[in-house]
């Protein structure tokens, strides 16, 4: 058994799909659109990982206000090899205008992480 994809709603699908493309290295499949209800998906691959993010969006989706302190679902982790290429990154995004909530720093269980949001607000954890 294992995780074949994950999927989460997001206002703009080009954005976010231009998001993941241009940091995580993401490669998005064809624009899956059904015109009766709306929606539209993208499916993401990502280099050496078998787990793929399914980005959807509809006309009447809404917004979370509070996307740290609700239940469920909390970050995207992407390990990135090694401490230098966290710090990168995180460098590389914060420099871009996103925001990081923490790090680059060692956890208290021992990972090497910053959390950054993306371009929806949605966390992700960048780690080694």
């Given at each position: 058994m294992y995780i074949e994809h994950i999927a989460m709603y997001v206002?703009?699908?080009e954005k976010t799909r231009e998001f993941y493309e241009k940091y995580f290295e993401a490669r998005a499949n064809d624009?899956?659109?059904n015109k009766n209800t709306g929606l539209?998906?993208?499916?993401?691959?990502?280099?050496?990982s078998e787990v793929r993010l399914?980005?959807?969006?509809?006309?009447?989706?809404?917004?979370?206000k509070d996307k740290i302190m609700n239940e469920g679902f909390i970050h995207l982790a992407f390990s990135v090899g090694?401490?230098?290429?966290?710090?990168k990154l995180t460098k590389r995004l914060v420099n871009d205008g996103f925001r990081c909530l923490s790090g680059p720093r060692t956890t208290g269980?021992?990972?090497?992480?910053?959390?950054?949001?993306?371009?929806?607000g949605n966390l992700i954890e960048i780690t080694e």
């Open positions: 206002n703009d699908l624009k899956y659109h539209q998906t993208y499916f993401l691959s990502f280099p050496d399914e980005i959807m969006s509809r006309p009447e989706l809404t917004e979370r090694n401490k230098e290429n966290v710090d269980d021992g990972y090497y992480e910053s959390v950054i949001e993306d371009c929806e």
